[in-house]
């Protein structure tokens, strides 16, 4: 199975670029949901949440209170790296699980959306990263209009992630995402027949 770990910062495009994919009929592990299905009511990873955090962490109904916890980590870094020890391991575990469960069934080509596959290590476990870039420019453009950030708003979150510059030497594989999206789809039809066609014709 070929496993391409795809990567990119905040509004780079990494989302337009997966359902080009996701179209195309790749199937895709995405993390944001792993994340979310390990600390569902009854898994070991809210059983690790609620320990560490206490009871008032959860809603009535014993699902997990989002705002409750995003209150507590929100602005403290130490209880933010308590919060990642918790998951941390549930969340790998649940994305090995979930790559043998399609390695059994022979799929073919396997995409990651893991928004930290370079910070988390992700990419040695990857065939290729690819790394969907733009210029600092249009991201802030583009945080901008689609999120209605004003302009130190979308610099702060851009800057609170690791720079899309610092990343480009982990790529095997870099869509430039600065032109149109007619420049990114041409781009993403000459990678789909060089490195995808003839892996599926296997
Ligand atoms: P990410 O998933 O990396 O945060 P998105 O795929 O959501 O980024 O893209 C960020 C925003 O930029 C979205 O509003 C998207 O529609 C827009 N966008 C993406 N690629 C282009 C492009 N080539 N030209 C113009 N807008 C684009």
Redesign the pocket.
Known sequence: MFKIGLT????????????YFKDKGIPCIDADIVAREVVEPGTEGLQAIVDTFGSNVLHDDGTLNREALGAIVFHNEEKRQLLNGCLKIHIRNRILELTSQYEKANTPVLIYDIPLLIEGEWYAMMDEVWL?YVNERTQIE??M??NGYTKEDALARINSQMRLDDKRSYADVIID?????F??TAQLNTIWGERIESVLQK
């Open positions: 990119g910062g905040i509004a780079s495009g990494k989302s337009t670029v997966l359902t969907v583009r945080l209009s689609r995402n600065n032109g149109t999206p420049d990114l």
